[in-house]
């Protein structure tokens, strides 16, 4: 069963940091494109970043530019995101996802909270 | 990257038929038949329903279907059914080589 599952989120203050990660099982990880989506409470969907299946090309949302870094390790089928210069508007639920031309599947999401 | 333009709601009876707009550019829905749709229950985890316009993954009911017309693409659900009631959320792939959700639509069975 192709399966993500994210850690990582909780609690923190603004201008902090946070590193969520993403374990992938079920799929060969190394041949997929991966994505990070974000939702804050109440609201829509967000995407917010993406990387080649080796590592060698990433995009980011302009919202997160500069301010996350999204990176993988094949060997242990786990992606991860970097957030620094957190912010209260960056509070959400964050899905990592596989991505062919669409969406599938989507882990269970984590929560990141930045409050004072 | 602008969010894609979907109605906020969307209503119906059981058994009746609704469907869901989602408008984009050309940069975006017009231009790729990229555009797939998401249904998600509230605390839940978003589940693909249909991926590139018009086509279903195994498991998903054959009462959801897709299509597009130049810039906007269209979820309808046929034969509405109380578990149907959700956020639905269109994508599409974009010219800039990244992905755009919409705005999302609430879909309320009466």
């Known amino acids: 069963e192709v399966q993500l599952e994210e850690s990582g989120g909780g609690l923190v203050q603004p201008g902090g940091s946070l590193r969520l990660s993403c374990a992938a099982s079920?799929?060969?990880?190394?041949?997929?494109?991966m994505h990070w989506v974000r939702q804050a409470p109440g609201k829509g969907l967000v995407w917010v970043s993406r990387?080649?299946?080796?590592?060698?090309?990433?995009n980011y949302a302009d919202s997160v530019k500069g301010r996350f870094t999204i990176s993988r390790d094949n060997a242990k089928n786990t992606l991860y995101l970097q957030m620094n210069s957190l912010r209260a508007e960056d509070t959400a639920v964050y899905y990592c996802?596989?991505?062919?031309?669409?969406?599938?599947?989507w882990g269970q999401g984590t929560l990141v909270t930045v409050s004072s | 990257q602008s969010a894609l333009t979907q109605p906020a709601s969307v209503s119906g009876s059981p058994g009746q038929s609704i469907t869901i707009s989602c408008t984009g550019t050309?940069?975006?829905?017009?231009?790729?038949?990229?555009v797939s749709w998401y249904q998600q229950h509230p605390g839940k985890a978003p589940k693909l329903m249909i991926y590139?316009?018009?086509n279903r993954p195994s498991g998903v009911s054959n009462r959801f279907s897709g299509s597009k017309s130049g810039n906007t693409a269209s979820l309808t659900i046929s034969g509405l059914q109380a578990e149907d009631e959700a956020d639905y959320y269109c994508?599409?792939?974009?010219?800039?080589?990244?992905?755009?959700f919409g705005t999302g639509t609430k879909v309320t069975v009466l």
């Open positions: 079920g799929f060969t990880f190394s041949s997929y494109w």
């Open positions: 990387i080649k299946t080796d590592g060698s090309s990433t």
């Open positions: 050309s940069s975006d829905v017009g231009g790729y038949n990229f």
């Open positions: 996802t596989r991505v062919v031309r669409w969406f599938d599947p």
């Open positions: 590139d316009v018009s």
């Open positions: 994508s599409s792939y974009t010219s800039s080589g990244t992905y755009v």
